[in-house]
Structures are given as structure tokens and as C-alpha cells.
């Protein structure tokens, strides 16, 4: 079964990774130096942009997950209003998500297909539902399959609990979109400044190489070296900034 908390990259992925990374490295450090040779060595560094694509891949599933979850505890909540017990209601919950989200489209799919299957094979329910709790690694799943496992253990209505809950994932992601909506163009702008001081010094060694030929000679290739250990560090602590989640 698949364990969201991690994310294998394919061949595909890794080779687009490691040629975006280098490319990147490369003509960041080509516009400071302006030299084939330390570029060329420099963009080595792209060569660790696969685990940050690899986190970000890992990040965005989860995020899938979660929002086609909230779907289904909305048919799941309505089968189970229609009069559906628990177990009926789990079964038929991937026919009914399938013709909203798509056959074959997403993760959530799956996994509810692998819990009719096991509770076709004499399995409790709970126990498929922690399983996929786990793996997942998403906080709400795994409160979700918390409560229903109390709630069903004691007698609580599955209705209402089904439906609350479906509610406050709701209005957490709504909670979430107002703050992305709010923080998108501060992304934009954290972005197009950790360009901007490369394209800046690209520039006038393009335009003024008679007044950038100091920093190419000499102690200005360490002012050079310590002004791109500089960048680095800021873009890193930007970067940090700009994750701001819920």
C-alpha cells in the first residue's frame, strides 16, 4: 500500500529535477561570474533540487487527498442519511466519488477500494481506516478515523459526527484558500526578488563589463563568493518565510 508520508520520484521526474536544478545553478552563477568553467562546476548544486521537488510532490498528494476526502465524507455522509449502514455506505462510497472526481484519477479511489475489499474479506472496518490513517499522514484522516472508530465502539449518531466533521475540514480548506489567495502575489514578489540581484549583476556585466572587470579579477572574485553565499542564504530564509501553513 502506498505510504503518503514519502514520495519515490520516477526516472522522469528525477532527470527533469536534476536538469531544472542545474540549469538553474548554472546561469545564476554564470551572471555573477560570467565564467563557463565555474558555472559549469557550480551547477553541480542543482544536483539536490530532487529532494526539494520530491518534498513538494510528497506535499501537494497529501494536499489531493485531503480535498478528495472532504468529498467523500459528503457522499458518505448523504448514503448514510439515505438509511445505508456504515459498512453498505463505505462500499458503495467509491462507485458514487468515482463519477465527481473521475475513474482512476485519484489516490482516494483506491484506497476505498481497498477497504471494500478488505471488509469483503471478514475485516472490521476500523481497521482499514487506521491503516489508511498512517500512511496518509494527513491530521485530518487521522482524526477522522479516531472518532469514528469511538463513535461506532459507543454508539454515538455517525450521521451528525460524519457531517460535523465534514464541516470543519470545509471550513479549514476555505480558511486555507483565503490565506493562499492572500500570500499569492507576496510569492510572486519573494520570488522575482531572489532573481533580481542575479539578473541585476548579469546586467551590468553585460552593459558595464568595464565596470564590473574588478570583481573578475583579484579579491573580487571573494567578494563575488561571499556575495552568492549571501543570496543563497536570504533566498533559503525567504523561502522559510513564504511556508506558511495552517
Given at each position: 500500500?502506498?505510504?503518503?508520508?514519502?514520495?519515490?520520484?520516477?526516472?522522469?521526474?528525477?532527470?527533469?529535477?536534476?536538469?531544472?536544478?542545474?540549469?538553474?545553478?548554472?546561469?545564476?552563477?554564470?551572471?555573477?561570474?560570467?565564467?563557463?568553467?565555474?558555472?559549469?562546476?557550480?551547477?553541480?548544486?542543482?544536483?539536490?533540487?530532487?529532494?526539494?521537488?520530491?518534498?513538494?510532490?510528497?506535499?501537494?498528494?497529501?494536499?489531493?487527498?485531503?480535498?478528495?476526502?472532504?468529498?467523500?465524507?459528503?457522499?458518505?455522509?448523504?448514503?448514510?442519511?439515505?438509511?445505508?449502514?456504515?459498512?453498505?455506505?463505505?462500499?458503495?462510497?467509491?462507485?458514487?466519488?468515482?463519477?465527481?472526481?473521475?475513474?482512476?484519477?485519484?489516490?482516494?479511489?483506491?484506497?476505498?477500494?481497498?477497504?471494500?475489499?478488505?471488509?469483503?474479506?471478514?475485516?472490521?472496518?476500523?481497521?482499514?481506516?487506521?491503516?489508511?490513517?498512517?500512511?496518509?499522514?494527513?491530521?485530518?484522516?487521522?482524526?477522522?478515523?479516531?472518532?469514528?472508530?469511538?463513535?461506532?465502539?459507543?454508539?454515538?449518531?455517525?450521521?451528525?459526527?460524519?457531517?460535523?466533521?465534514?464541516?470543519?475540514?470545509g471550513e479549514k480548506l476555505e480558511v486555507e484558500l483565503e490565506m493562499t489567495v492572500l500570500m499569492a502575489q507576496k510569492r510572486f514578489e519573494s520570488k522575482f526578488?531572489?532573481?533580481?540581484?542575479?539578473?541585476?549583476?548579469?546586467?551590468?556585466?553585460?552593459?558595464?563589463?568595464?565596470?564590473?572587470?574588478a570583481l573578475r579579477q583579484g579579491m573580487g572574485w571573494v567578494l563575488l563568493t561571499g556575495g552568492l553565499a549571501l543570496l543563497g542564504f536570504c533566498c533559503w530564509w525567504i523561502a522559510r518565510i513564504m511556508a506558511i501553513r495552517v
Open positions: 500500500m502506498t505510504d503518503y508520508r514519502s514520495y519515490t520520484l520516477s526516472r522522469r521526474e528525477r532527470a527533469f529535477g536534476v536538469a531544472l536544478g542545474c540549469f538553474a545553478c548554472f546561469t545564476a552563477i554564470w551572471l555573477l561570474y560570467q565564467n563557463f568553467w565555474i558555472a559549469t562546476i557550480g551547477s553541480s548544486a542543482g544536483l539536490f533540487y530532487p529532494r526539494l521537488l520530491k518534498k513538494r510532490l510528497c506535499r501537494n498528494r497529501q494536499e489531493r487527498l485531503r480535498l478528495h476526502f472532504k468529498e467523500a465524507l459528503q457522499g458518505l455522509s448523504s448514503l448514510l442519511a439515505a438509511g445505508r449502514s456504515v459498512e453498505s455506505a463505505f462500499a458503495l462510497l467509491e462507485r458514487d466519488l468515482a463519477y465527481l472526481l473521475g475513474e482512476g484519477t485519484s489516490d482516494l479511489l483506491k484506497e476505498l477500494r481497498t477497504i471494500a475489499n478488505r471488509m469483503h474479506n471478514g475485516e472490521p472496518l476500523e481497521q482499514p481506516l487506521r491503516d489508511l490513517a498512517v500512511r496518509s499522514g494527513v491530521e485530518d484522516i487521522a482524526n477522522f478515523a479516531e472518532v469514528f472508530v469511538v463513535c461506532k465502539r459507543s454508539g454515538g449518531d455517525m450521521v451528525e459526527v460524519i457531517r460535523r466533521t465534514s464541516q470543519l475540514i526578488l531572489m532573481a533580481m540581484p542575479f539578473a541585476f549583476v548579469g546586467l551590468l556585466g553585460f552593459f558595464a563589463p568595464e565596470y564590473m572587470a
